[in-house]
């Protein structure tokens, strides 16, 4: 039996990766002797399961919990890391990092960070995962002058946790801008998938509390996997800012 709760969940979501969308993954009865468990642990599970996209319910002579396309919740009204949304919806974020350095900025993040060609930025590129499975490719550049020792930190997490927690630094806004690209062989080799093969790409500026560039970045999303959805309010509805939010769908 499962000692607790994140285990019995991490075994689901094994088979569920190991599985397709749309496969069966059991009837409840089945599911409780495979995982051994109580019924009452495995609804609990599955009801948080379902509410994450994950499976879904069927009833009748052929129905049970069938896999669905899991999908992973990143508002883009707020300034947030990779790590915190997607722990917020009960998945385990990896981070490879790639590559690390000092270098001089090109033309564009030069406009970006509002540099001249003498400065320097810190430039780190990583792949990030959702339960192991890659979701996106990141490139992001930081002034050099602004942030000394930045390589030598842990760029395995959240990067605004330590530009919060080590030099002060609090994001308050971030300008994105969000376009269709194709996979060059680098990118599909190390998103897993084919090259030419649809990816989003979102290019973002990060202010700081004193509304200076903070960050540049490009992030690639697999197209496979991302859908993108907005809501924005109309006159009707007062003062309140437009709200919107990406849905990243893993798929098996």
Do not use: W
Not at 23 to 46: I, P, W
Not at 98 to 123: C, M, N, Y
Not at 145 to 157: I, N, V
Not at 196 to 203: E, W
């Amino acid at each position: 039996m499962p000692k607790t709760t994140e285990e019995l969940r991490r075994r689901i979501v094994a088979d569920i990766n190991a599985g397709v969308p749309g496969a069966k993954l059991g009837s409840e009865r089945d599911l409780a002797e495979r995982y051994a468990t109580s019924r009452s642990s495995l609804r609990q599970m599955l009801a948080a399961l379902e509410e994450a996209g994950l499976v879904h319910r069927a009833i009748g002579r052929a129905g049970g919990i069938f896999i669905s396309h899991a999908q992973v919740q990143r508002s883009l009204s707020d300034v947030i890391g990779v790590p915190a949304f997607l722990a917020n919806q009960g998945y385990v974020a990896g981070t490879r990092v790639l590559s690390t350095k000092i270098t001089a900025p090109d033309r564009v993040t030069q406009e970006a960070l509002q540099l001249d060609a003498r400065d320097f930025v810190v430039e780190i590129q990583r792949v990030r995962l959702a339960d192991g499975s890659p979701i996106s490719l990141e490139l992001a550049q930081f002034p050099a002058d602004a942030f000394p020792g930045l390589l030598e930190k842990q760029l395995g997490g959240s990067i605004y946790e330590i530009l919060e927690e080590e030099y002060g630094l609090i994001t308050s806004r971030a300008d994105e801008r969000i376009e269709a690209v194709n996979a060059t062989p680098d990118e599909a080799s190390l998103l897993a998938i084919k090259t030419g093969s649809a990816l989003l790409l979102i290019t973002r500026v990060a202010y700081d509390q004193n509304d200076a560039p903070c960050e540049f970045s490009r992030d690639l999303f697999r197209g496979d996997r991302t859908r993108l959805t907005v809501t924005a309010q109309g006159r009707g509805t007062g003062v309140q800012s437009p709200a919107a939010s990406a849905m990243v769908a893993l798929q098996s």
